[in-house]
């Protein structure tokens, strides 16, 4: 299997009235194609900091990091826009649809942006959202759908473009069981790298691999398996301090 994520000492942390923030504080993290981790930890461990950088988002104070072999932290704003809308597909946890665009047309816009034709992507949309059970309300602003609903047109707007690595902060928060499992069944067959912050031990153990965050680093990983018990999982979290 291929390298999707390397990143090598990344460093971010943030000034206080006291000692630095250490947000994320020398993490090493290899995930392969085709490999589904989640992150779990403590509030205000990192996990989303983490997330963050690995796409971008923001800039590591050291380290490096590379994506399918090409080392992307030296990027300018603008190269990392170009190389994201490729090849990253983002799920925040507080959703950020465009207020102005409907579900359909917030899901079709990643895939306009690169280029993509307006019929192709209008297709590619509706059929993301009619496998998410939401294809009935492509046509409703973002202030017509409840939470769940919003959450799962994110979703769909992050897989678009079939990107080689997802990063998802908490994307089952506002869903039922029912949603859940549909959207990890959707992300487990689309993606070729993921990686999920979770408070959800159910959902983590769906994963290929468990990443436990305190104080900005990983302090432990768990190689999962079909047999993974969650109260097992919890125990084991539980003894390292991580969430519950």
């Not at 999707?4 to 020398?26: F, K, N, Q, T």
């Not at 069944?185 to 290929?208: F, K, N, Y």
């Amino acid at each position: 299997m291929s390298m999707v994520i390397e990143a090598r000492g990344l460093v971010r942390h943030y000034p206080s009235d006291g000692p630095p923030i250490r947000a994320v504080d020398g993490v090493d993290l290899v995930v392969e194609a085709g490999e589904a981790v989640s992150v779990m930890g403590p509030s205000g461990c990192g996990k989303s900091t983490l997330l963050h950088l690995l796409g971008g988002l923001e800039r590591p104070d050291a380290g490096e990091l590379h994506l399918a072999g090409a080392r992307v932290d030296g990027l300018s704003e603008t190269q990392w826009a170009r190389f994201r809308r490729r090849n990253v597909g983002f799920v925040f946890q507080a959703f950020h649809l465009v207020d102005e665009l409907t579900a359909v047309e917030n899901v079709e816009l990643p895939a306009l942006l690169v280029g993509g034709s307006r019929r192709g992507a209008r297709r590619r949309a509706m059929e993301l959202l009619e496998r998410l059970g939401v294809g009935d309300r492509g046509g409703q602003l973002p202030d017509h759908l409840s939470g769940g609903e919003r959450q799962r047109v994110a979703v769909a707007r992050a897989l678009i473009n079939e990107p080689m690595v997802v990063l998802a902060d908490e994307p089952t928060g506002n869903l039922d069981s029912r949603a859940t499992g549909d959207l990890l069944r959707l992300l487990g067959e689309v993606r070729q790298a993921l990686l999920i912050v979770t408070h959800d031990a159910r959902v983590a153990s769906t994963a290929d691999r468990l990443l436990t965050m305190r104080d900005g680093a990983i302090v432990a990983q768990t190689r999962l398996g079909a047999g993974t018990s969650v109260a097992g999982l919890l125990a084991e979290l539980a003894d390292l301090g991580g969430d519950r």
